[in-house]
Protein backbone atom coordinates (compact mmCIF):
# COMPACT_ATOMS: atom_id res chain seq x y z
CA UNK A 1 0.00 0.00 0.00
CA UNK A 2 1.13 3.57 -1.13
CA UNK A 3 -0.14 5.05 2.20
CA UNK A 4 0.20 9.17 2.01
CA UNK A 5 -1.14 10.80 4.67
CA UNK A 6 -1.97 8.41 7.86
CA UNK A 7 -4.74 10.01 10.39
CA UNK A 8 -5.92 9.66 13.94
CA UNK A 9 -9.26 11.32 14.99
CA UNK A 10 -10.21 11.64 18.78
CA UNK A 11 -13.78 10.16 17.75
CA UNK A 12 -15.79 8.19 15.18
CA UNK A 13 -17.81 11.45 13.68
CA UNK A 14 -15.00 13.26 13.66
CA UNK A 15 -13.02 10.53 11.19
CA UNK A 16 -15.81 10.20 8.65
CA UNK A 17 -15.93 14.23 8.99
CA UNK A 18 -12.01 14.08 7.78
CA UNK A 19 -12.25 11.27 5.54
CA UNK A 20 -15.13 13.09 3.55
CA UNK A 21 -12.93 16.24 3.34
CA UNK A 22 -9.87 14.19 1.86
CA UNK A 23 -12.41 12.28 -0.71
CA UNK A 24 -14.14 15.23 -1.32
CA UNK A 25 -10.50 16.54 -2.63
CA UNK A 26 -9.26 13.55 -4.57
CA UNK A 27 -7.95 11.11 -2.12
CA UNK A 28 -8.78 7.62 -1.95
CA UNK A 29 -9.71 7.45 1.85
CA UNK A 30 -11.00 4.38 4.16
CA UNK A 31 -11.87 4.81 8.06
CA UNK A 32 -10.92 2.44 10.46
CA UNK A 33 -12.12 1.77 13.64
CA UNK A 34 -10.05 1.44 16.55
CA UNK A 35 -6.05 0.59 16.12
CA UNK A 36 -6.07 -2.20 13.56
CA UNK A 37 -5.51 -5.63 13.45
CA UNK A 38 -2.02 -5.91 11.34
CA UNK A 39 -4.22 -8.44 9.70
CA UNK A 40 -6.66 -6.55 8.87
CA UNK A 41 -6.95 -6.78 4.85
CA UNK A 42 -7.54 -3.10 3.17
CA UNK A 43 -8.64 -1.52 0.17
CA UNK A 44 -5.88 0.38 -1.63
CA UNK A 45 -6.07 3.73 -0.36
CA UNK A 46 -4.24 7.23 -0.08
CA UNK A 47 -5.23 8.42 3.38
CA UNK A 48 -6.52 6.25 6.58
CA UNK A 49 -8.43 7.91 8.96
CA UNK A 50 -7.91 5.81 12.48
CA UNK A 51 -10.89 6.37 14.35
CA UNK A 52 -10.50 6.32 18.26
CA UNK A 53 -12.90 7.32 21.16
CA UNK A 54 -10.21 9.25 22.98
CA UNK A 55 -11.82 12.44 23.20
CA UNK A 56 -13.01 12.33 26.75
CA UNK A 57 -11.09 9.46 28.29
CA UNK A 58 -8.46 10.38 30.84
CA UNK A 59 -6.48 11.74 29.20
CA UNK A 60 -3.00 9.02 29.86
CA UNK A 61 -5.34 6.33 28.07
CA UNK A 62 -6.10 8.53 25.38
CA UNK A 63 -1.89 9.44 24.26
CA UNK A 64 -1.56 5.14 24.72
CA UNK A 65 -4.70 4.81 21.96
CA UNK A 66 -2.87 7.62 19.72
CA UNK A 67 0.33 6.53 20.05
CA UNK A 68 -0.59 2.79 18.87
CA UNK A 69 -2.24 4.00 16.27
CA UNK A 70 0.44 6.22 15.44
CA UNK A 71 2.85 2.92 15.60
CA UNK A 72 0.19 0.86 12.98
CA UNK A 73 0.05 4.17 10.68
CA UNK A 74 4.07 3.65 10.66
CA UNK A 75 4.12 0.28 9.93
CA UNK A 76 1.45 1.38 6.63
CA UNK A 77 4.23 3.13 5.40
CA UNK A 78 2.16 7.05 5.82
CA UNK A 79 4.49 10.21 4.55
CA UNK A 80 2.50 12.87 6.77
CA UNK A 81 -0.08 12.53 10.25
CA UNK A 82 -2.64 13.80 11.23
CA UNK A 83 -4.40 14.41 14.93
CA UNK A 84 -8.03 15.67 13.95
CA UNK A 85 -10.44 16.98 16.96
CA UNK A 86 -13.07 18.43 17.05
CA UNK A 87 -13.81 22.11 14.99
CA UNK A 88 -15.07 22.96 18.34
CA UNK A 89 -11.99 22.22 20.14
CA UNK A 90 -13.41 19.89 22.33
CA UNK A 91 -11.30 19.05 25.55
CA UNK A 92 -10.95 20.37 29.27
CA UNK A 93 -8.12 21.92 30.50
CA UNK A 94 -6.50 18.35 31.86
CA UNK A 95 -6.58 17.31 27.74
CA UNK A 96 -7.26 15.70 25.56
CA UNK A 97 -5.62 17.79 22.37
CA UNK A 98 -2.48 19.13 24.35
CA UNK A 99 -1.23 15.66 25.99
CA UNK A 100 -1.85 13.65 23.10
CA UNK A 101 -0.41 16.52 20.33
CA UNK A 102 2.44 16.26 22.68
CA UNK A 103 3.37 12.30 22.65
CA UNK A 104 2.38 12.44 18.77
CA UNK A 105 5.26 15.01 18.27
CA UNK A 106 7.42 13.14 20.47
CA UNK A 107 6.88 10.18 18.64
CA UNK A 108 7.96 11.00 15.80
CA UNK A 109 11.18 12.98 16.87
CA UNK A 110 9.44 16.44 15.90
CA UNK A 111 9.20 19.55 17.79
CA UNK A 112 6.39 22.04 16.94
CA UNK A 113 2.92 21.57 15.37
CA UNK A 114 0.20 23.28 14.22
CA UNK A 115 -3.45 23.64 15.60
CA UNK A 116 -6.35 24.71 13.82
CA UNK A 117 -10.42 23.64 14.42
CA UNK A 118 -11.50 26.02 11.88
CA UNK A 119 -14.15 24.93 9.39
CA UNK A 120 -15.63 27.77 7.47
CA UNK A 121 -18.09 25.69 5.61
CA UNK A 122 -19.56 24.77 9.24
CA UNK A 123 -19.57 28.78 10.60
CA UNK A 124 -15.90 27.52 12.69
CA UNK A 125 -13.47 29.90 12.22
CA UNK A 126 -10.70 31.31 14.34
CA UNK A 127 -9.53 35.07 14.82
CA UNK A 128 -6.77 36.64 17.17
CA UNK A 129 -7.06 32.69 18.71
CA UNK A 130 -10.75 33.11 19.45
CA UNK A 131 -12.69 30.23 18.14
CA UNK A 132 -16.25 31.72 16.96
CA UNK A 133 -19.42 29.37 16.65
CA UNK A 134 -21.24 31.19 14.03
CA UNK A 135 -21.05 35.01 15.14
CA UNK A 136 -20.89 33.86 18.59
CA UNK A 137 -17.64 33.35 20.50
CA UNK A 138 -16.79 29.70 21.70
CA UNK A 139 -17.52 30.45 25.20
CA UNK A 140 -20.81 31.86 24.74
CA UNK A 141 -21.75 29.56 22.23
CA UNK A 142 -24.23 26.57 22.78
CA UNK A 143 -20.73 24.70 23.46
CA UNK A 144 -20.75 26.26 26.94
CA UNK A 145 -23.62 23.63 27.86
CA UNK A 146 -21.81 20.86 26.77
CA UNK A 147 -22.47 17.58 29.31
CA UNK A 148 -19.07 16.05 29.04
CA UNK A 149 -16.42 18.84 27.03
CA UNK A 150 -18.35 22.12 28.02
CA UNK A 151 -16.28 24.80 26.54
CA UNK A 152 -16.34 28.15 28.08
CA UNK A 153 -13.10 29.79 27.26
CA UNK A 154 -12.73 31.52 23.64
CA UNK A 155 -9.10 31.99 23.53
CA UNK A 156 -7.43 28.33 21.83
CA UNK A 157 -3.94 30.01 22.71
CA UNK A 158 -5.48 29.98 26.50
CA UNK A 159 -7.21 26.44 26.12
CA UNK A 160 -4.14 24.74 24.95
CA UNK A 161 -1.44 26.53 26.72
CA UNK A 162 -3.19 24.87 29.83
CA UNK A 163 -3.02 21.66 28.29
CA UNK A 164 0.84 21.35 27.28
CA UNK A 165 3.93 21.82 29.12
CA UNK A 166 5.30 23.74 25.90
CA UNK A 167 4.70 27.18 24.70
CA UNK A 168 1.59 28.00 22.46
CA UNK A 169 1.79 31.01 19.74
CA UNK A 170 -0.12 32.70 17.20
CA UNK A 171 0.02 33.05 13.34
CA UNK A 172 -2.75 36.07 13.25
CA UNK A 173 -4.97 36.71 10.59
CA UNK A 174 -2.94 39.64 9.12
CA UNK A 175 -0.33 36.79 8.54
CA UNK A 176 -2.64 34.20 7.12
CA UNK A 177 -4.27 36.94 4.50
CA UNK A 178 -0.57 37.31 3.31
CA UNK A 179 -0.38 33.52 2.19
CA UNK A 180 1.47 30.27 2.68
CA UNK A 181 5.35 31.82 2.20
CA UNK A 182 4.02 34.12 5.02
CA UNK A 183 2.44 31.50 7.39
CA UNK A 184 5.81 29.56 6.55
CA UNK A 185 8.05 32.28 7.93
CA UNK A 186 5.65 32.95 11.17
CA UNK A 187 5.52 29.21 11.89
CA UNK A 188 9.54 29.26 11.24
CA UNK A 189 9.32 31.87 13.60
CA UNK A 190 7.50 30.32 16.51
CA UNK A 191 9.78 27.13 16.00
CA UNK A 192 13.35 28.68 16.25
CA UNK A 193 11.59 31.07 19.38
CA UNK A 194 11.34 28.25 21.08
CA UNK A 195 7.56 27.37 20.90
CA UNK A 196 6.00 23.99 20.84
CA UNK A 197 2.25 24.74 18.72
CA UNK A 198 0.88 27.59 17.25
CA UNK A 199 -2.63 27.83 16.87
CA UNK A 200 -3.03 29.19 13.38
CA UNK A 201 -6.17 31.66 12.40
CA UNK A 202 -8.57 30.86 9.59
CA UNK A 203 -11.79 32.66 8.11
CA UNK A 204 -12.19 31.35 4.87
CA UNK A 205 -11.43 27.89 3.21
CA UNK A 206 -9.19 29.61 1.02
CA UNK A 207 -7.19 30.17 4.02
CA UNK A 208 -7.13 26.79 4.96
CA UNK A 209 -5.91 26.02 1.36
CA UNK A 210 -3.03 28.30 2.28
CA UNK A 211 -1.91 26.95 5.57
CA UNK A 212 -1.90 23.65 4.33
CA UNK A 213 0.23 24.75 1.55
CA UNK A 214 2.76 25.88 4.22
CA UNK A 215 2.48 23.33 6.31
CA UNK A 216 3.27 20.34 2.96
CA UNK A 217 6.96 19.56 4.76
CA UNK A 218 5.23 19.09 8.46
CA UNK A 219 5.09 15.86 9.76
CA UNK A 220 2.39 16.10 11.98
CA UNK A 221 -0.70 18.81 11.46
CA UNK A 222 -3.28 19.03 14.25
CA UNK A 223 -7.11 20.48 13.87
CA UNK A 224 -10.30 20.13 12.29
CA UNK A 225 -11.20 18.74 9.25
CA UNK A 226 -10.86 21.70 7.66
CA UNK A 227 -7.18 22.32 8.02
CA UNK A 228 -7.27 18.96 5.85
CA UNK A 229 -8.89 20.27 2.61
CA UNK A 230 -5.18 21.94 1.40
CA UNK A 231 -3.64 18.14 2.15
CA UNK A 232 -4.27 16.10 -1.34
CA UNK A 233 -3.32 19.28 -2.84
CA UNK A 234 0.55 19.07 -2.06
CA UNK A 235 0.46 15.43 -2.53
CA UNK A 236 -0.75 16.32 -6.39
CA UNK A 237 1.38 19.04 -6.69
CA UNK A 238 3.99 16.24 -5.73
CA UNK A 239 3.30 13.89 -8.12
CA UNK A 240 2.04 11.15 -5.59
CA UNK A 241 -1.49 11.36 -5.23
CA UNK A 242 -2.59 9.32 -8.86
CA UNK A 243 -5.22 7.05 -7.87
CA UNK A 244 -8.36 7.59 -9.26
CA UNK A 245 -11.36 8.51 -6.09
CA UNK A 246 -14.19 5.97 -6.67
CA UNK A 247 -17.42 7.45 -7.73
CA UNK A 248 -19.61 6.11 -4.85
CA UNK A 249 -20.08 3.02 -2.32
CA UNK A 250 -22.46 -0.17 -2.67
CA UNK A 251 -25.75 0.30 -2.57
CA UNK A 252 -27.23 -0.60 1.14
CA UNK A 253 -30.75 -1.42 1.55
CA UNK A 254 -33.21 -1.76 4.55
CA UNK A 255 -35.02 -0.20 7.14
CA UNK A 256 -34.03 2.96 8.23
CA UNK A 257 -33.27 4.42 12.42
CA UNK A 258 -31.72 7.27 13.79
CA UNK A 259 -30.00 7.24 17.52
CA UNK A 260 -29.73 10.70 18.68
CA UNK A 261 -27.54 10.93 21.66
CA UNK A 262 -26.00 14.76 21.55
CA UNK A 263 -27.39 17.39 23.42
CA UNK A 264 -26.23 19.74 21.38
CA UNK A 265 -28.72 22.81 19.72
CA UNK A 266 -28.47 21.47 16.38
CA UNK A 267 -29.40 17.83 16.92
CA UNK A 268 -32.07 18.70 19.36
CA UNK A 269 -33.63 20.80 16.18
CA UNK A 270 -32.99 17.74 14.45
CA UNK A 271 -34.52 15.66 16.89
CA UNK A 272 -37.64 17.83 17.32
CA UNK A 273 -37.80 18.09 12.85
CA UNK A 274 -38.06 14.03 12.94
CA UNK A 275 -40.50 13.57 15.69
CA UNK A 276 -43.25 15.62 13.30
CA UNK A 277 -43.12 13.36 10.72
CA UNK A 278 -41.98 9.45 12.19
CA UNK A 279 -42.23 7.68 14.85
CA UNK A 280 -40.29 8.41 17.76
CA UNK A 281 -38.95 6.81 21.28
CA UNK A 282 -37.51 9.05 24.35
CA UNK A 283 -35.40 7.11 26.31
CA UNK A 284 -35.25 8.69 30.28
CA UNK A 285 -31.61 7.90 31.81
CA UNK A 286 -33.07 7.84 35.16
CA UNK A 287 -35.63 5.40 34.32
CA UNK A 288 -33.10 3.63 32.19
CA UNK A 289 -30.55 3.28 35.90
CA UNK A 290 -34.22 1.68 37.33
CA UNK A 291 -34.32 -0.98 34.94
CA UNK A 292 -32.18 -4.00 34.37
CA UNK A 293 -32.92 -4.10 31.19
CA UNK A 294 -32.30 -0.54 29.86
CA UNK A 295 -32.70 -1.47 26.07
CA UNK A 296 -35.83 -3.95 26.72
CA UNK A 297 -38.44 -0.97 26.64
CA UNK A 298 -36.97 1.04 23.21
CA UNK A 299 -36.55 -2.38 21.39
CA UNK A 300 -40.06 -4.11 22.39
CA UNK A 301 -41.23 -0.48 21.02
CA UNK A 302 -39.24 -0.42 17.29
CA UNK A 303 -40.25 -4.17 17.09
CA UNK A 304 -43.47 -3.42 15.59
CA UNK A 305 -42.20 -0.30 13.56
CA UNK A 306 -39.20 -1.73 12.20
CA UNK A 307 -39.32 -1.17 8.15
CA UNK A 308 -42.20 0.56 7.72
CA UNK A 309 -40.69 3.90 8.20
CA UNK A 310 -37.38 5.38 9.60
CA UNK A 311 -37.59 4.89 12.98
CA UNK A 312 -35.79 7.64 15.59
CA UNK A 313 -34.49 6.70 19.37
CA UNK A 314 -33.16 9.46 21.61
CA UNK A 315 -31.93 10.49 24.55
CA UNK A 316 -31.09 13.91 23.42
CA UNK A 317 -32.21 16.63 25.96
CA UNK A 318 -32.01 20.29 26.67
CA UNK A 319 -29.26 21.69 28.82
CA UNK A 320 -31.85 22.18 32.13
CA UNK A 321 -32.68 18.59 31.80
CA UNK A 322 -29.43 17.11 31.47
CA UNK A 323 -27.83 19.02 34.47
CA UNK A 324 -30.92 17.24 36.64
CA UNK A 325 -30.08 13.94 34.90
CA UNK A 326 -26.10 14.64 35.70
CA UNK A 327 -27.04 15.93 39.62
CA UNK A 328 -29.34 12.23 40.11
CA UNK A 329 -27.02 9.94 38.04
CA UNK A 330 -23.57 11.77 37.63
CA UNK A 331 -21.96 12.71 34.77
CA UNK A 332 -20.27 9.54 34.07
CA UNK A 333 -22.70 6.82 34.95
CA UNK A 334 -25.34 9.07 33.43
CA UNK A 335 -23.31 9.00 30.22
CA UNK A 336 -22.22 5.81 29.96
CA UNK A 337 -25.88 4.43 30.82
CA UNK A 338 -26.93 6.21 27.48
CA UNK A 339 -23.96 5.17 25.77
CA UNK A 340 -24.34 1.39 26.82
CA UNK A 341 -28.46 1.24 26.09
CA UNK A 342 -28.12 3.08 22.08
CA UNK A 343 -24.89 0.18 21.74
CA UNK A 344 -27.37 -2.57 22.61
CA UNK A 345 -30.35 -0.83 20.31
CA UNK A 346 -28.00 -0.79 17.28
CA UNK A 347 -27.24 -5.03 17.63
CA UNK A 348 -30.87 -5.43 17.89
CA UNK A 349 -31.88 -3.06 15.00
CA UNK A 350 -29.21 -4.68 12.64
CA UNK A 351 -30.47 -8.14 13.97
CA UNK A 352 -34.31 -7.21 13.00
CA UNK A 353 -33.07 -6.48 9.59
CA UNK A 354 -32.27 -2.25 10.00
CA UNK A 355 -29.48 -2.05 7.52
CA UNK A 356 -29.42 2.32 7.30
CA UNK A 357 -28.78 4.01 10.80
CA UNK A 358 -28.19 7.54 11.14
CA UNK A 359 -26.10 8.20 14.56
CA UNK A 360 -25.98 11.45 16.14
CA UNK A 361 -22.88 12.46 18.98
CA UNK A 362 -19.73 11.62 18.76
CA UNK A 363 -19.73 9.25 21.93
CA UNK A 364 -23.33 7.71 20.44
CA UNK A 365 -21.24 6.78 17.33
CA UNK A 366 -18.62 5.04 18.77
CA UNK A 367 -20.47 2.88 21.05
CA UNK A 368 -22.72 1.84 18.01
CA UNK A 369 -19.99 0.94 15.99
CA UNK A 370 -18.20 -0.89 18.49
CA UNK A 371 -21.37 -2.77 19.45
CA UNK A 372 -21.94 -4.03 15.88
CA UNK A 373 -18.30 -4.50 15.39
CA UNK A 374 -17.63 -2.61 12.63
CA UNK A 375 -13.62 -2.44 11.48
CA UNK A 376 -13.76 -0.02 8.52
CA UNK A 377 -16.06 2.18 6.52
CA UNK A 378 -15.65 2.98 3.32
CA UNK A 379 -17.17 7.23 2.45
CA UNK A 380 -20.22 7.82 0.48
CA UNK A 381 -21.97 10.85 -0.68
CA UNK A 382 -22.13 13.86 1.56
CA UNK A 383 -25.46 14.39 3.10
CA UNK A 384 -24.39 17.95 4.94
CA UNK A 385 -21.27 19.46 5.37
CA UNK A 386 -19.11 16.82 7.33
CA UNK A 387 -21.23 14.14 7.08
CA UNK A 388 -21.42 11.78 4.65
CA UNK A 389 -23.09 8.20 4.62
CA UNK A 390 -20.51 5.74 4.41
CA UNK A 391 -20.66 1.80 4.01
CA UNK A 392 -19.31 -0.54 6.31
CA UNK A 393 -15.91 -2.80 4.69
CA UNK A 394 -18.18 -6.15 5.40
CA UNK A 395 -19.23 -9.10 3.51
CA UNK A 396 -23.18 -8.13 5.16
CA UNK A 397 -22.60 -4.02 4.65
CA UNK A 398 -24.31 -2.10 6.79
CA UNK A 399 -25.16 2.31 5.56
CA UNK A 400 -24.14 4.26 8.80
CA UNK A 401 -23.87 8.21 8.97
CA UNK A 402 -22.13 8.83 11.95
CA UNK A 403 -23.25 12.70 12.50
CA UNK A 404 -21.27 15.17 15.62
CA UNK A 405 -24.02 16.22 17.89
CA UNK A 406 -23.17 20.08 16.15
CA UNK A 407 -23.48 19.17 12.18
CA UNK A 408 -25.98 19.40 9.95
CA UNK A 409 -29.28 21.10 9.36
CA UNK A 410 -32.68 21.19 11.01
CA UNK A 411 -33.60 18.37 8.47
CA UNK A 412 -30.45 16.48 8.39
CA UNK A 413 -32.36 13.19 9.38
CA UNK A 414 -35.15 13.41 7.02
CA UNK A 415 -32.44 14.86 4.27
CA UNK A 416 -30.18 11.49 5.30
CA UNK A 417 -32.70 8.74 3.58
CA UNK A 418 -34.59 10.85 1.27
CA UNK A 419 -31.07 11.05 -0.29
CA UNK A 420 -30.68 7.09 -0.24
CA UNK A 421 -33.67 7.30 -2.66
CA UNK A 422 -32.15 9.06 -5.36
Known sequence: MSLLLGCIADDFTGATDLANTLTRQGMCTVVLLGVPRDELELPEADAIVVALKSRSIPSHEAVRLSLAALEWLKRAGARQF??????TFDSTDAGNIGPVADALLDALGEPFAVACPAFPTNSRTVYQGHLFVGGELLGESGMRHHPITPMTDSSLVRVLQRQTIGRVGLVPFTTVARGADAIDIALCALQAQGYRHAIVDALLDEHLFEIGAACAHMKLLTGGSGLALGLPRNFRRAGLLKRRVSDGVP????ACAVLAGSCSAATLRQVEHMRSRWPSFELDP???AESGEPASQAAQWAASRTGSEPLLIYSSADPGKVAAIQAALGKERASALVERTMAELAKTLVASGVRRIVVAG??????VVTALGIEGLRIGSEIDPGVPWTVSLSADPIALALKSGNFGAHDFFVKAFDSLEN
Open 82 to 87: YFKYCS
Open 251 to 254: RVDG
Open 362 to 367: GETSGA
Open 286 to 288: LAL
